[in-house]
C-alpha cells in the first residue's frame, strides 16, 4: 500500500463515544474523519454504508481517489459528492466500518461498546429522542453477525 495514508476504523454500538473518540484520533493524527452517517441511506442503510465504504477504501487502497454521494438527512435524499485523496490520512467512524476486508486495509481498529442504558441514556442526551434505537440495534446486530468487528479489532474500547 505505498503511497496510501494512514488508516484508523473505529467501529460499535450506538452511543458508545465513537464519534469523540475518533475525532479525538483524527486530531491527533491531522487526518481527514469521514463519518458513516453519511454514508448510510438513512434510517435502514447501515449495510449500504458498509458496501459503499467498502468499495471506497478498496479504491483508496488501489492508490486512486475515492468518491461517494452523502446521504442529507434532512432531505432523506442523497446530497453532495464527497472524496477522500489516497494519501491522505483517513480515520472512519460508525456502527459498520469494520469488516474483514475494511480491517485488512486498516492501520489500527477501534471496536466501543458499553452497558446499553449507559449508551441509551446517552442518545437521549444527544438527540434527545431514540424513536430509531430499536430498528438500529437490529442492523447492528446484524452488522455484527456478518462482519463479526470485534474479532478484527486492535483495541477495544469500554464506554462509563
Avoid at 51 to 57: G, S
Avoid at 91 to 112: I, M
Wanted: hydrophobic share 40%; with cysteine; glycine share 12%.
Amino acid at each position: 500500500m505505498t503511497g496510501v495514508g494512514v488508516l484508523v476504523l473505529v467501529d460499535g454500538t450506538s452511543g458508545a463515544g465513537k464519534t469523540t473518540h475518533a475525532a479525538h484520533l483524527a486530531d491527533r493524527l491531522g487526518a481527514r474523519l469521514v463519518h458513516m452517517d453519511d454514508l448510510y441511506a438513512g434510517w435502514d442503510g447501515l449495510a449500504h454504508g458498509t458496501a459503499t465504504l467498502e468499495r471506497v477504501l478498496t479504491e483508496r487502497a488501489a492508490g486512486r481517489g475515492a468518491h461517494w454521494r452523502r446521504w442529507d438527512w434532512h432531505a432523506s435524499e442523497w446530497g453532495a459528492e464527497d472524496s477522500v485523496r489516497p494519501e491522505a490520512p483517513l480515520v472512519v467512524e460508525g456502527c459498520g466500518s469494520v469488516t474483514p476486508l475494511t480491517a485488512g486495509l486498516a492501520d489500527r481498529v477501534l471496536w466501543l461498546d458499553g452497558p446499553e442504558e449507559v449508551r441509551r441514556a446517552r442518545i437521549l442526551a444527544r438527540d434527545g429522542d431514540d424513536s430509531w434505537w430499536e430498528g438500529w440495534k437490529r442492523q447492528e446486530a446484524l452488522h455484527r453477525e456478518r462482519h463479526h468487528p470485534q474479532r478484527w479489532a486492535t483495541e477495544h474500547v469500554e464506554c462509563a
